[in-house]
């Protein structure tokens, strides 16, 4: 075997559908919002990297891929950045260079935990890996159980104004440590996964605590300051690879932070400038669209570098068989389902496309029967394989993988598209658009994985020099691009266009 050789994922085709795939998720991502809808572009862009990678031990942990891409990517979008967007869009010298600065802090932040779940099945055996599941699913009921049942009770009026901190996310993480305590109490074990998830846990709380609450730093008032508790975060999550001797996710996290970092203040540059060509868009869209395709170049670079230097895994055998079958349902009926049923109250019965009500009951009731024959039959279907494959499923890897992505694909753009009924023009920049890039990504997908791609290993790298590299490249290039965006936007505003905020001015300066 070669001591060196190039990962097909490097390749410009593998790149580019990877790119497409963060880029349609982060585009659907702006119809649907906040963390559930971030959860899109993670597992699109984690699978396309693991079916492209030319490894086929990922290839079996696509369903994991795609769990963890999803929930990695998701953390960022607790943060609120429509302020902050619009500090870029003043023409006060100050507020534009905090603004990208900021902006580019916030896809930093994204970017670093994104990275980091992607990598996660790359790096971890199987026992680690899929001793997450047991606490995060504890997790997610108890979250369940307090947004459906426990809130609904007793609180029905809503939560008491009081318990609106900073409009950050405190009583989620809460639930969160809550929870696994619960989990740790009863298994009377701290495994490393549960330990991973409450010292984040713990960093968001002390982020918080001390940026927000002791010293009173606030990004973007009156809106959340989830940015001080995501950046404890990262901060533990980055500490806590540091001390278990896995460097190649702090690497990976801190590679894929700089790609999105840079991405996000590119993708507001061309929204921030993008108006004074005198074209008439939906600038906003191109924006998330910009930052998810930079982003995805990230993770497809990241994880081609791995592909060829991390050690293979045998056929994943033994425990917690059960931890892919429900990946995959996660992936397909819960991501879909919280995402698609907002359809309902959100722009169904606002555009009219549906009436007020059923036979007498409401649309949401219809629909919500609607999703559980649906999930009946698909959680069906997945038992039965279990038992025995259904011949309808791909005997191959990758041939199971390409389904459950273009499914996957397919299902989102569909219920997206009928959020926006009825069509109007000025949405083919964003559906339009993102059809198309769809076509792209599943021609791609299927014309460039190959079942008899074969990778090489080269040589271990010393993470810790990739690393440093990293950071002091990146920090460059952060340095260069804010100041050289703040620069663009400043010479191509003419005046506080619509949505322009100011922070540090209380009025417009007058421009030269």
Request: aromatic share 14%.
């Amino acid at each position: 075997m070669p001591s060196s050789v190039r990962s097909p994922l490097l390749a410009p085709a593998a790149v580019l559908c990877v790119a497409l795939s963060l880029s349609m998720g982060w585009g659907v991502r702006g119809n649907w919002g906040h963390e559930y809808g971030a959860m899109i572009p993670g597992a699109l862009a984690a699978l396309a990297a693991c079916l492209l990678s030319g490894r086929e031990d990922w290839r079996r942990r696509a369903a994991h891929f795609a769990f963890f891409g999803a929930l990695g990517w998701s953390f960022g979008g607790s943060m609120s950045y429509g302020i902050v967007l619009g500090y870029t869009r003043s023409d006060s010298t100050p507020d534009v260079f905090y603004g990208f600065a900021m902006v580019f802090l916030i896809g930093f932040l994204w970017g670093a935990v994104g990275g980091a779940g992607v990598g996660l099945p790359a790096v971890l055996d199987r026992d680690r890996l899929t001793e997450f599941y047991p606490p995060l699913l504890t997790a997610f009921t108890a979250w369940a159980a307090w947004d459906y049942l426990i809130a609904p009770i007793a609180f029905p009026q809503g939560l008491p104004e009081s318990w609106n901190w900073y409009d950050t996310d405190w009583l989620g993480v809460l639930i969160l440590i809550v929870a696994v305590l619960a989990y740790v109490s009863v298994k009377r074990r701290l495994s490393p996964a549960s330990s991973l998830i409450l010292q984040m846990a713990a960093g968001w709380w002390l982020g918080f605590l001390i940026l927000v609450v002791v010293f009173g730093l606030r990004m973007t008032p009156p809106r959340s300051d989830n940015w001080a508790g995501c950046l404890g975060m990262v901060l533990a999550m980055l500490w806590y690879f540091h001390r278990n001797k896995l460097k190649v996710l702090v690497w990976a996290s801190l590679a894929t932070a700089f790609f999105a970092g840079f991405g996000f203040a590119f993708g507001q540059s061309i929204q921030a400038s993008g108006p004074a060509s005198g074209i008439v868009t939906n600038w906003w869209s191109i924006m998330e669209q910009t930052f998810g395709f930079t982003s995805g170049v990230g993770t497809a670079v990241v994880m081609g570098l791995l592909a060829t230097r991390l050690p293979r895994f045998e056929p994943d055998q033994g425990g917690r068989a059960w931890t892919g079958p429900f990946a995959f349902g996660f992936v397909t009926l819960v991501i879909t389902y919280i995402n698609i049923s907002k359809n309902v109250s959100k722009a169904w019965l606002p555009n009219k496309v549906i009436p007020e009500s059923i036979y007498g009951l409401s649309p949401q009731w219809w629909f919500n029967v609607a999703y559980a024959c649906l999930a009946a039959v698909v959680i069906a279907l997945i038992l039965r394989h279990q038992r025995q494959p259904l011949a309808l499923v791909p005997a191959t890897d990758l041939g199971r993988g390409q389904a459950f992505y273009l499914l996957f694909l397919w299902w989102i753009l569909i219920g997206n598209l009928s959020r926006v009924l009825p069509f109007h023009p000025h949405r083919l920049v964003t559906e339009g658009t993102i059809h198309v890039n769809a076509c792209i990504a599943t021609l791609l997908l299927l014309f460039v994985a190959r079942e008899r791609d074969v990778v090489g290993e080269s040589p271990q790298p010393d993470y810790r020099a990739w690393t440093w590299r990293t950071v002091a490249i990146g920090c460059a290039c952060a340095v260069i691009a804010i100041s050289l965006f703040a620069v663009l936007s400043l010479v191509f505003v003419d005046g506080p266009p619509p949505g322009a905020r100011f922070r540090f001015v209380t009025e417009a300066v007058p421009t030269q």
